[in-house]
């Protein structure tokens, strides 16, 4: 065979001339014959072998070149017969291999054979891989026609390439098995020629494109591609190239990252070419920022490329890394993502332990400080992953000890981060830090404070002990030598000059004679104790003759030529040595007592240090996680769900390790029990669960005491809502089917009845627990009300009036108002021992003066109309024995001696001789009768009510019953319109019932008879007699239950609610201004008609000097506005002051009270001229800096362009009405924090004659000014341009003024428009009196002021003005009686009025 085969670039050069002995195909087999030349091929494979193909090489050519023209039989024939030709002459190759260099060296095998054979190979391998990449650009194709259609792609595929995926993985291994056969010893000099291997390798490639490839059901595929390119990596030199086709591919195919890092791991491994990852990295490294931002460059391909490589082969990529560390400072957040993770696992996997070098530690600490410096960076998608990557470093236990404070605080302080995903990175980086710390996280900073004082404390003790036991300083010969040397060296040069007078040198010579006895140790040993005392001269000259005497000692040997620079290394070495000498044979002595003493003090010093310094480092610890909890504690009420769920696991993570406070964040995410998003709910239900639910121990019993300790734990010192909040998941506990219910029953009723001892709130925290189990079984408490009175209700009620109330709120438990009962009422008798123990335990508390009988007075209240059988009666016989007793301790101070059937004047007796009564014991005698008031009317309206509808519903039932069938076939046609008229007669009964129950409560419970009436007068007397009864809590619990009466009637009401607003207005006590305003609020609700004129003075108390009553006010107001109670007007303005309150909690409530409004349609919108006509008022007095940050929350509420138009139009308008500077500022101000649009914009420029002549001051010039250079961001070019004309406007006007600006035409318009707006201005009547001002620190108003004028109920009426109402709490009484008396009452019958809407426009 003469010719040889070159592997062409591009298919068609084969047809084409060539070079000399350069095959060229010369028969191309049309289509019609390919399946018989096919044919012929097979049968010669079957006779000749392999080497057929040097004859039949132009079929399988045939087949390329007519590849979109034949059919899928022949291109399955021809794949099959190349891959048979591949495997065979692997075959046959391999029966070479082993004596194929036996015969070239012994030249058995010629040349023209051996190129016989390498023809073959690059023949089949040229054809096998161009048809192989041929067909797999055939299945992608179809893979994406087919994508679209459901189920249309496995039919489509299924006549053609189905067994593609199977015979694609055939063709890769016979490829692999041939390439990894020597085959380098077919060419010359075994140099294979680079068109081979590229044409294996790019067949590979294009394999690789195959969007399928990184799927799990293409591994086998995979797995062979990167074994093929691993062969000709490290056999055939194409590293480089490799190198290369990975960046490229990479910089197309994203999905190949992966597939990438599995390849350079494989081939640096298991094939040994380390080279590569250098190669790839370095190609990634040298890629330019610039490059990297451009589309299409690939940047995030190669960010997960590096991330997963790095997680593979970690060690391998730190010799790199500098070369990516240049990644860090450019703009790709990607690549930065990248070269933190790589850093992430090399300290994760590589750099962690205690086995490090120098050089190994220097590395990790820097890397640790670029991490850290990352935790600031800009893009907060590169944060949040150098916090997880700070995750997994803590949970692997990888981060120094070092690092731990410095990295915590940064993770506390991301969690201000604006970015939401870092929040939850960084509480998962936090919670990583609490599970793995080294600390002990169970001490409070404040358990840690006094340990550490006392233990400082004794290490500076143990400092001063060994500093006054420290030696004299000892000076090292080394240190005299380097004094000494100076002198030594004059005198060596001294005595080695020739002229020296012999007599003198006769004299030291006789002096210095060395003795041969002494030996060359002594004569050293004299020459430094000359040295020592300064006899230079001496030590030199015999240092001289000891060279003399011992030539061959070590000492001397240096001296054979005699320099200056020798015989001072000479003395140095004598004087020196002698100093280290001694030191060695100290060290080789036995250590005294002395010395152990000292190593001992020594090493104490040591451990103390260590101890202090342990210490140091928990508190600190400690003090991070507390500011972290109490941080993440706020965050469980954010309205991100992610972040809530993240904060639930985080506290029930510092839960389980015990961390110190953690309780508060476990009880504060318990209301989210009630959360409206189901997944924040189950996450806190999952939570509990989890944390209290679920106990360890090896028995049930242990089981169930420790469920009971743990939420006791929670229960004890709880509030009521979180009682109620617990309620919920514990009634889940017990009503679900747990193994544990029951044990846990009989462990709660021990500790109750205390069977095993136990403490009080332990107990109190069973018989909550009993409450809560109740509800889900009623049987629990109903079937051992005997128990529960015996133990709480007994005779000792006395002694724990709290255990007595919680068991009463037990009892309340098997209720029907909680248990929502539809049948026949469930109550008990009036003789039953419960209302015996209660009645008794109310009745003997009223005369002792127990702090916690009230709640327990209220609960039982309660439970007795909840549960008893005519509870009016009871309470009525309740309040007599109240009264009772409480005449009788009177009359045992031989006061006064009333017959209490004469109730009513022993009250007033008893009220006019005030000072002989117990004012506490008064005050709970009011307070127990204005529980009664209340819910005798609950009572009324709820179970009444509900009995009677009842019962007409089981009447009506039996007449329908009552009618035989015969009535029922008389129905007619007109069956629909009975029934309406039935609805409207079920509905005018329940007007009747209604109407029945408002009589009752008008007329005959505070009728003489009743004896509720007869506590009235008192209760008035105390409310309007501040000055005689000034007990605090005399006068809170007056005020309290007047308000209760007051809810009986609305004639009750009106008779006083005058003196109820003299109350909230004048008292001195901010607990009753607060109860005041609940109060008011209430009755708002029930009589809205009679408080609605009296509106003014509830936001009054917005303006109250303290922040319990503003905040109580703020909370109020809240709920009356969002639930429509209250209509929303201009005094809004005092909520919106409150944005600015100094009390972060008043602010809080404040911006959700805005929140909420805003949801409101158009609430804020028509609410804000007049909130800024109020707040920009001068008499107000408020600073511009507080008119802004309240202005800035409000208009950040309006985001619809209509409203924003509408808005600069009054704006506007009202510059006309303005007249003072602050005024017009605080206007311009507004108008700059509108997010305004074009259409504002335009609107604005036609206001232009409302604000123009206010132009020239800077408080207006201003905030116009901005709102044209936020206009001009983003603007098309012909906007732009109007808005840079009205700039120049605006300046021209404000520089040279507006007469020197506009034209005369306009000159002629501004006077029109000034006489319009004079005239309009003069019909505007002018307000008689400025506004009274309600902010706070300011003084009101007295009522004084206004003469003698009287003070009468308002009355709403359409045509007087807005007078505002104030009442003066700086009036000096001079009269016991406080009340307002007719006579103060103003003139103006009407406090609070509506104005019509023309008034409203005009002013």
């Given amino acids: 065979m003469s010719f040889d085969f070159f592997v062409p670039l591009y298919v068609g050069d084969l047809v084409k001339t060539g070079g000399i002995n350069q095959y060229v195909v010369q028969d191309v087999v049309s289509p019609k014959q390919l399946p018989s030349s096919l044919s012929r091929f097979k049968a010669a494979l079957r006779s000749q072998g392999p080497m057929c193909i040097l004859e039949h090489f132009d079929t399988g050519y045939s087949v390329l070149q007519h590849y979109n023209s034949v059919d899928l039989v022949v291109k399955e024939d021809a794949l099959e017969l190349l891959i048979q030709v591949v495997v065979f002459f692997s075959t046959v190759v391999s029966g070479l291999a082993t004596s194929l260099p036996a015969l070239l060296v012994s030249t058995t095998l010629s040349a023209a054979e051996r190129k016989e054979k390498l023809n073959s190979v690059k023949m089949s391998v040229y054809l096998l891989c161009k048809l192989t990449e041929s067909l797999e650009s055939d299945s992608c194709r179809q893979s994406i026609i087919t994508a679209p259609g459901k189920g249309g792609k496995k039919g489509k595929t299924g006549e053609g390439l189905q067994q593609w995926d199977s015979e694609r993985e055939v063709v890769l291994q016979a490829l692999v098995q041939l390439l990894q056969l020597d085959i380098r010893s077919l060419w010359s000099l075994s140099l294979v020629e680079e068109e081979f291997i590229r044409c294996v390798s790019c067949c590979c490639y294009k394999l690789l494109e195959n969007p399928t490839i990184g799927h799990v059901k293409s591994k086998p595929t995979r797995d062979s591609i990167i074994h093929l390119l691993g062969l000709l990596i490290k056999k055939y030199n194409n590293l480089l190239g490799a190198a290369v086709k990975v960046i490229q591919m990479l910089q197309h195919f994203e999905q190949l990252s992966s597939v990438f890092a599995q390849a350079v791991f494989v081939w640096s491994t298991e094939y040994g070419v380390r080279a590569i990852i250098g190669e790839v990295i370095r190609e990634i490294g040298q890629k330019s920022s610039e490059e990297l931002a451009r589309e299409g460059s690939g940047v995030k391909s190669f960010a997960t490329f590096l991330s997963e490589l790095g997680t593979l082969v970690p060690e391998l990529m730190i010799p790199y890394i500098s070369v990516l560390i240049s990644h860090l400072e450019g703009e790709s957040h990607s690549m930065r993502v990248a070269v933190c993770e790589v850093l992430g696992e090399i300290l994760v996997r590589v750099l962690c332990g205690d086995g490090l070098d120098e050089t190994g530690k220097a590395d990790r600490d820097r890397f640790f400080d670029t991490l850290q410096e990352h935790l600031h960076d800009t893009h907060s998608h590169v944060r949040t992953r150098v916090l997880q990557v700070y995750a997994r470093i803590v949970n692997s236990k990888a981060l120094p000890l070092s690092k731990y404070s410095e990295v915590m605080e940064l993770a506390v302080g991301r969690l201000m981060d604006k970015s939401i995903n870092v929040v939850k990175s960084a509480i998962q980086l936090l919670a990583a830090f609490i599970a793995h710390n080294p600390y002990s996280c169970k001490l409070s900073s404040a358990d840690l404070k006094k340990p550490l ?5 004794k290490l500076r003790e143990m400092k001063d002990k060994l500093e006054a036991k420290r030696p004299v300083a000892v000076i090292k010969a080394s240190e005299l030598w380097a004094a000494m040397e100076p002198e030594i060296l004059v005198t060596v040069r001294a005595e080695l000059e020739p002229t020296v007078d012999a007599e003198i040198e006769h004299q030291e010579n006789e002096e210095d004679r060395v003795e041969e006895a002494e030996g060359d140790r002594a004569t050293a040993v004299k020459i430094a104790q000359y040295l020592r005392v300064n006899k230079y001269r001496n030590a030199v000259k ?26 001072m290394d000479t003395l140095a070495l004598i004087f020196k040595g002698s100093d280290e000498d001694a030191a060695e044979l100290s060290q080789n002595l036995p250590p005294t007592p002395q010395k152990e003493a000292e190593k001992e003090v020594d090493e104490g010093l040591k451990k103390q240090e260590m101890l202090v310094q342990y210490l140091k480092d928990t508190e600190t610890f400690a003090l991070q996680v507390e500011r972290a909890i109490y941080v993440i504690n706020t965050m469980l009420y954010w309205k991100t769900t992610s972040v809530v769920h993240e904060a639930v696991q985080f506290c029930v993570t510092v839960c389980e390790f015990g961390v110190a406070n953690s309780v508060s964040g476990v009880r504060k995410m318990l209301p989210l029990v009630w959360s409206t998003d189901a997944a924040i709910k189950d996450a806190v239900v999952q939570a509990y669960k989890r944390l209290y639910l679920n106990p360890q121990g090896d028995t049930v019993r242990v089981k169930a005491q420790t469920l009971v300790d743990s939420l006791s734990e929670l229960i004890v010192d709880a509030s009521l809502g979180t009682i109620q909040c617990l309620e919920e998941i514990v009634q889940e506990f017990f009503g679900s089917s747990s193994s544990l219910q029951s044990t846990v029953i009989q462990v709660l009723w021990e500790r109750f009845t205390g069977k095993r001892e136990t403490s009080g709130l332990n107990k109190r925290a069973a018989v909550l627990l009993l409450g809560m189990a109740a509800r889900a079984e009623r049987e629990v408490v109903l079937s051992n009300l005997d128990t529960l009175c015996s133990v709480a209700l007994g005779e000792k009620v006395t002694e724990d009036f709290l255990l007595a109330r919680d068991t009463v709120i037990t009892i309340c438990s ?12 469930f109550r008990l008798p009036q003789d039953h021992q419960l209302f015996t123990c209660l009645t008794q335990a109310i009745a003997e508390g009223v005369i002792m003066e127990d702090p916690y009988w009230q709640s327990f007075m209220e609960q039982a209240v309660r439970l007795v109309y909840f549960l008893a059988e005519s509870p009016d009666q009871l309470c009525s016989r309740l309040l007599q024995r109240s009264a009772r007793l409480l005449l009788d301790q009177i009359a045992e101070g031989g006061k006064i001696n009333e017959d209490v059937g004469q109730i009513q004047d022993g009250s007033q007796e008893a009220s006019e001789q005030g000072e002989q009564v117990s004012c506490v014991c008064l005050a709970q005698l009011l307070a127990l009768c204005g529980c009664v008031a209340f819910w005798q009317v609950s009572h009324l309206e709820r179970s009444v009510s509900a009995e009677l509808r009842r019962r007409r519903g089981e009447m009506e039932e039996r007449e329908e019953k009552g009618k035989g069938p015969g009535s029922k076939a008389k129905q007619t046609a007109s069956e629909s319109a009975m029934e309406e008229e039935l609805g409207l007669i079920g509905a005018s009964a329940e007007d009747t019932e209604a109407e029945l129950i408002r009589k009752i409560c008008e007329t005959e419970l505070l009728a003489e008879e009743n004896l509720l009436s007869a506590f009235l007068p008192l209760l008035v007397r105390v409310c309007s007699s501040p000055g005689r009864y000034s007990h605090p809590q005399l006068t809170t619990a007056a005020c309290l239950a007047l308000s209760q009466y007051m809810m009986i009637s609305p004639s009750a009401c009106e008779a006083n609610i005058r003196l109820m607003f003299t109350v909230l207005e004048r008292s001195a006590l901010p607990v009753v201004r607060a109860n005041a305003i609940i109060a008011l609020g209430d009755l708002t609700v029930r009589f809205p008609n009679i408080l609605e004129p009296w509106t003014q003075n509830l936001y009054a108390r917005l303006s109250d000097e303290v922040p319990s009553v503003r905040q109580t006010a703020v909370t109020v107001l809240t709920q009356l506005v969002l639930k429509d109670v209250l209509k929303v007007k201009g005094q809004v303005s005092e909520v919106a002051v409150l944005l600015i309150d100094p009390e972060p909690h008043i602010a809080s409530l404040a911006l959700n009270f805005f929140n909420e409004l805003a949801m409101k349609d158009n609430a804020i919108y028509n609410l804000l001229p007049d909130i800024i006509s109020r707040l920009s008022d001068p008499e107000r007095g408020m600073s511009s ?13 309006i ?63 201003q905030p116009l000014l901005s709102i044209t250079a936020k206009l001009r961001r983003g603007a098309k070019p012909q906007f732009k341009a109007q808005v840079d004309e009205f700039e120049k406007r605006l300046t021209a006007v404000h520089t040279r003024g507006l007469e020197n600006v506009e034209s005369p035409e306009m000159d002629e318009e501004n006077q029109k428009a000034g006489s319009s707006t004079e005239k309009t201005a003069m019909r505007t009547p002018l307000p008689t009196r400025g506004r009274q001002t309600s902010k706070r620190g300011q003084p009101k108003a007295s009522v004084s002021s206004h003469g003698n004028d009287s003070f009468v109920t308002p009355r709403k009426t359409r045509k007087s003005k807005k007078p505002v109402i104030t009442f003066s709490s700086d009036e000096d009484e001079d009269e016991e009686d406080a009340v307002m008396a007719e006579s103060e009452t103003p003139k103006v019958t009407t406090p609070i009025q509506r104005s019509s809407r023309r008034a409203r426009l005009r002013n």
């Fill in 1199 to 1261: 985001t619809k362009e209509r409203q924003t138009e509408s808005l600069v139009e009054k704006l506007c308008q009202r510059f006309r009405t303005a007249k003072t500077e602050r005024q017009w500022c605080d206007l311009a101000m507004s108008l700059s924090l509108l997010s305004m649009c074009e259409r504002g914009f335009k609107r604005l420029q036609e206001c232009w004659e409302c604000y123009s002549d206010k132009l020239t001051e800077p408080g207006v010039y």
């Fill in 1185 to 1197: 800096e507080d008119f802004n940050t309240i202005m800035k929350q409000l208009f950040s509420y």
């Fill in 814 to 825: 098997i209720t029907d108002h909680v248990r929502q009962s539809k049948g026949a009422p």
């Fill in 453 to 457: 004082e006392k233990e400082t404390m």
């Fill in 542 to 567: 015999l240092c001289i003759r000891a060279h003399s005497s011992f030539p061959e000692s070590e000492m001397f040997s240096s001296l054979s030529t005699l320099t200056s620079e020798n015989l």
